[in-house]
């Protein structure tokens, strides 16, 4: 069993920056996909980026890609989303989500695990 805490949201600039934290409690993501997904009001939830396990290689979707960074810290009890040049359009409720199938990373489907959500704001 793994609980996922998430931290670091909240009111930012267009342009501005944020980190957000997921950190595990029962045990490490030394084993785990790790994925952060966004739902907006009214839109679906949907995948911003993940890295696993298996390559420790962070994914990002076109939207983000070049402006997000996922890492992971050496104790693999955390992972962060680094943002930058922020956008209105990434206003939502942000969230990490916790796999353990070697191959998830995409599809909300795949993980186990979620955290509650935190908010991320950006005004123009």
């Known amino acids: 069993q793994v609980q996922l805490v998430e931290s670091g949201g909240g009111l930012v600039q267009a342009g501005g920056s944020l980190r957000l934290s997921c950190a595990a409690s029962?045990?490490?993501?030394?084993?785990?996909?790790v994925g952060w997904f966004r739902q907006a009001p009214g839109k679906e939830r949907e995948f911003v980026g993940g890295?696993?396990?298996?390559?420790?290689?962070?994914y990002y979707s076109d939207s983000v890609k070049g402006r997000f960074i996922i890492s992971r810290d050496n104790t693999k009890t955390t992972v962060n989303l680094r943002m930058n040049s922020l956008k209105p359009e990434d206003t939502a409720v942000y969230y990490c989500?916790?796999?353990?199938?070697?191959?998830?990373?995409?599809?909300?489907?795949?993980?186990?695990?979620w955290g509650q959500g935190t908010q991320v704001t950006v005004s123009s």
């Open positions: 890295i696993r396990w298996s390559d420790s290689s962070p």
């Open positions: 989500a916790a796999s353990p199938r070697p191959g998830a990373l995409y599809y909300l489907r795949e993980y186990d695990y």
């Open positions: 029962g045990r490490t993501f030394s084993t785990y996909t």
